[in-house]
Nanobody, 112 residues
Framework: VQLQASGGGLVQAGGSLRLSCAASGTIFSVLGWYRQAPGKQRDMVAGISSDGTTNYADNVKGRFTISRDNTKNTVYLQMDSLKPEDTAVYYC?????????WGQGTLVTVSS
């Protein structure tokens, strides 16, 4: 079972980035994105279930959109109107039964 995240980078405030996370080895019931800024805990950003139900952290609602392509077993995070406070390492997570699987992080840096 593996989750491979990509798409991070450096962007100016107000810009956009799209993160991708390709899953392999199993079909996850829930896929999600978390982030961890330096010196802070890892927080949930967005999640999506296999039926397409989504949920978002309050501080990204209206700016971020999570989606998944079940044919490719991939989850995406479209991030618009980025702010410097969105700077963090972003991790994807897959839930299979009661097990959590994490991908490696991808760094997103938003400059002011």
């Amino acid at each position: 079972v593996q989750l491979q995240a990509s798409g991070g980078g450096l962007v100016q405030a107000g810009g956009s980035l799209r993160l991708s996370c390709a899953a392999s080895g199993t079909i996850f019931s829930v896929l999600g994105w978390y982030r961890q800024a330096p010196g802070k805990q890892r927080d949930m950003v967005a999640g999506i279930s296999s039926d397409g139900t989504t949920n978002y952290a309050d501080n990204v609602k209206g700016r971020f959109t999570i989606s998944r392509d079940n044919t490719k077993n991939t989850v995406y995070l479209q991030m618009d109107s980025l702010k410097p406070e969105d700077t963090a390492v972003y991790y994807c997570k897959g839930v299979y039964w009661h097990w959590d699987y994490w991908g490696q992080g991808t760094l997103v840096t938003v400059s002011s």
